[in-house]
Every structure is written in structure tokens, then in C-alpha cells.
């Protein structure tokens, strides 16, 4: 029971490490909508002078500290939009489609502030861009669940990414599951493109921690990784490693701005 719930603990930590952020008053928030997803994320280490490019002057690459996304440099995530919502609470235009983002951490030179950067976002949902560094492009998912009995699932994800402006990055995952974490957290994100603009997300998910090398936990199955995408060369030099992997079949979150 120990063993379990000191990963659970390292789990939890990982996730909300790059939720760090400044403090500000909350009756300075605007709420600005909301969403349910299922997301997988990987956490790469990856060039670091290619992510380092991804950052806006003034930052540094900070590699995850601890946790199960120890020694990784940056996020992939992929987000499978079932529901979004405006702040009436009324479906968005589209209110599904399909993103792929990029994030990494970074402190200030000079200071100890540490923030999270959106680095790239490709999504399927015209003219959303909320960071200024968005991409159309062709996202394709396949996801299959298979359970019995009272033994936990397997899980089979397929992804394809194809920007509009070349090239496919291609991800599959097929494994079997252990029991998920539930948490809640907030995270504010900013844009290596402006860094003067964050959004705050308030979120829960359930978490089931497929791989970390870390934290000692082996892949119970197969993943492959691959991309050919021409602004994604630096990141995938062939250097690249899946430092882990996690998969979150229920995401909730609120959208606010400061």
C-alpha cells in the first residue's frame, strides 16, 4: 500500500510541476470557457538546443526536476477535444476537434522564476490559436479500450499529425493499464511568442502512468514515435527518448485569463 501511494504522490508532483506560476488575485480573473478531452502526454528529452529555440529571450530550458517526468525537456501532448464551451456554458464553434501541443519548462535568467511555455500548437479547429504560435493541420485518432472481469483495461492509441505545412508525425501505443490517479491542479501556461500572455486552466484527470523511466516503471506493451514534420526536425533528430508516458482518459478544465 506504501509503494502505491508513494507513486501516486510522484505522480501527482510531476503533473502539477509544470502548473508552477506567480500569484494573482482572483477577482482578477476572467472566465473564459471550458472543456472535456482525453489527452495522452509524453515527456521527451529531446535537443536541447532545438527546445531552447522554442523559448522566448531571457529563458532558460529547465529540464522536469523530479517525479516521474525527471531529466525530460519538453511536453508532447495529444488532446482529443470531445467538449468545448464558451463561458455561458453553450457548445463552442466547433465544440470538437483535435490538438497537438508542445510545452516545456523554463526559468528566468537572473531571477528564480520558473514558468511553463506553450512552445507549438497544431489543431484541426480553424483559428484557434490562442498562443500565437498555432498551426493548422490533420489529426486523425484511433483509440481502442478492451476490459473483462475486474482486471484493469488495455489500452491501443493511434495518432497522425500532418501540419499544413508538411511532413506526419505518427504516434501508437498499446499497453496494459495500472490503476489511475485522480487529481485536480491549475497551470499557467504562457506563450513563447508574447510572454507578457498566460491563461490559467483549472483542471481534474484521471492519470494512468503507462511508462517512466524515473521512477522505475517499465512500458507493459509497445509505443513508437516518429516525425517528419519540417519544424519539428530539431526536436526529432533521432536523439530523442520517451522519458514517459501517461495516459488521461478523463481531463475537466476551466479556462479563466488574469
Do not use: C
Not at 516545456?104 to 480553424?126: F, N, Q
Not at 484493469?152 to 500532418?162: G, N, Q, R, V
Not at 506563450?191 to 512500458?219: C, W
Not at 478523463?250 to 488574469?258: D, I, Q
Request: net charge negative; aromatic share 8%.
Amino acid at each position: 500500500m506504501r509503494h502505491h501511494l508513494t507513486r501516486a504522490l510522484l505522480i501527482a508532483a510531476s503533473v502539477a510541476m509544470f502548473t508552477l506560476g506567480p500569484g494573482r488575485p482572483a477577482n482578477a480573473e476572467t472566465f473564459v470557457g471550458s472543456n472535456n478531452d482525453a489527452r495522452v502526454v509524453l515527456a521527451l528529452q529531446a535537443n536541447e538546443a532545438a527546445v531552447q529555440a522554442m523559448l522566448p529571450e531571457g529563458w532558460q530550458l529547465m529540464p522536469f526536476p523530479g517525479g516521474a517526468l525527471e531529466g525530460a525537456n519538453t511536453l508532447l501532448v495529444f488532446v482529443d477535444r470531445y467538449l468545448a464551451r464558451d463561458a455561458e456554458g453553450n457548445p463552442a464553434d466547433p465544440a470538437s476537434y483535435r490538438g497537438v501541443a508542445l510545452a516545456s519548462l523554463a526559468k528566468a535568467e537572473g531571477s528564480d522564476e520558473v514558468r511553463t511555455y506553450v512552445t507549438r500548437i497544431y489543431v484541426t479547429a480553424a483559428g484557434y490559436d490562442p498562443y500565437g504560435n498555432g498551426e493548422a493541420a490533420e489529426i486523425r485518432r484511433s483509440a481502442t479500450l478492451e476490459s473483462a472481469g475486474t482486471a484493469a483495461p488495455k489500452w491501443a492509441e493511434e495518432w497522425t499529425l500532418a501540419p499544413e505545412s508538411g511532413g506526419e508525425l505518427t504516434f501508437t501505443l498499446r499497453y496494459q493499464s495500472g490503476t489511475p490517479s485522480w487529481s485536480a491542479s491549475e497551470a499557467l501556461p504562457y506563450s513563447n511568442t508574447n510572454p507578457d500572455f498566460h491563461r490559467i486552466y483549472r483542471f481534474d484527470q484521471l492519470v494512468d502512468l503507462a511508462m517512466s523511466e524515473p521512477l522505475g516503471k517499465a512500458l507493459d506493451g509497445d509505443m513508437s514515435l516518429g516525425s517528419s514534420v519540417e519544424g519539428l526536425a530539431g526536436l526529432f533528430d533521432g536523439s530523442e527518448k520517451v522519458v514517459a508516458a501517461m495516459v488521461i482518459p478523463m481531463y475537466v478544465r476551466e479556462v479563466f485569463l488574469p
